[in-house]
């Protein structure tokens, strides 16, 4: 049962927040995000190995609830860059590397 | 700078046709994955090798086999193309690493593939 995500798309203009949630019926080990622009092929962003944990990179962080089987990906400030399809992922079994994706959020920012 | 090349962006094929999609990478990984992506459904497996000849099928492998010859390529064959299989097709790979913080995929920019 693969990872769904919330919204399945979004629209914000530049400068505003969103926030993008992966929820799993089954454990989350550990949680990937990547992003795929229009036409590119997607590029890791960040990933969450322990329950609890946050990380940032520049405006995009991100959170892990292992009890809730969720994560969720912040956005701030969004930038015109930032459009895209966001996808999380996770192991099929701890420690595998073998993974399932979420079914994917497209983001759209407008100026 | 890491690089999975995919060897066609966009392909146009005919119901009955025998398909070939390429996948090279040049990291050296021992993983590799083909995917297909579509509205909605996000990205799912269909096929995955771990190691040259050896392959596990993913969650959609019908209608699709895989070959792995040499460690870099990974293609995959769709036996007798139908409209049903119209989709993105996306080609990954990774490190085979115990740690999950190796396991990070690096993907091919994707292969546009139309079933006329």
């Known amino acids: 049962q693969q990872p769904v995500q919330s919204p399945q798309a979004v629209i914000l203009r530049e400068g505003e927040d969103a926030v993008i949630n992966c929820s799993s019926s089954?454990?989350?080990?550990?949680v990937h995000w990547y992003r795929q622009k229009h036409g590119e092929a997607p590029v890791f962003l960040m990933i969450l190995l322990k329950g609890g944990e946050q990380k940032g990179h520049d405006k995009i962080s991100a959170s892990f609830n292992e009890k809730k089987q969720q994560s969720s990906l912040y956005l701030t400030a969004s930038q015109l860059s930032y459009s895209g399809t966001y996808f999380c992922g996770t192991p099929r079994v701890s420690g595998t590397y073998k993974y399932i994706f979420g079914t994917g959020t497209r983001l759209k920012v407008l100026a | 700078d890491v690089k999975v090349t995919q060897s066609s962006r966009y392909l146009v094929k005919r119901t009955g046709e025998k398909v070939f999609l390429e996948c090279v990478q040049d990291?050296?990984?021992?993983?590799m994955f083909w995917y297909r992506q579509d509205p909605g459904l996000g990205l799912r497996l269909i096929y995955f090798?771990?190691?040259?000849?050896?392959?596990e099928k993913g969650d959609i492998p019908e209608g699709y086999s895989v070959s792995r010859e040499k460690k870099e390529r990974f293609s995959l064959i769709l036996e007798s193309a139908s409209t049903n299989q119209t989709s993105m097709y996306l080609c990954a790979s990774s490190l085979m690493g115990l740690r999950e913080a190796k396991n990070i995929q690096y993907f091919g920019a994707g292969t546009r593939l139309s079933v006329l």
């Open positions: 090798s771990y190691d040259v000849k050896m392959k």
């Open positions: 089954k454990a989350l080990y550990s």
């Open positions: 990291m050296d990984h021992e993983n």
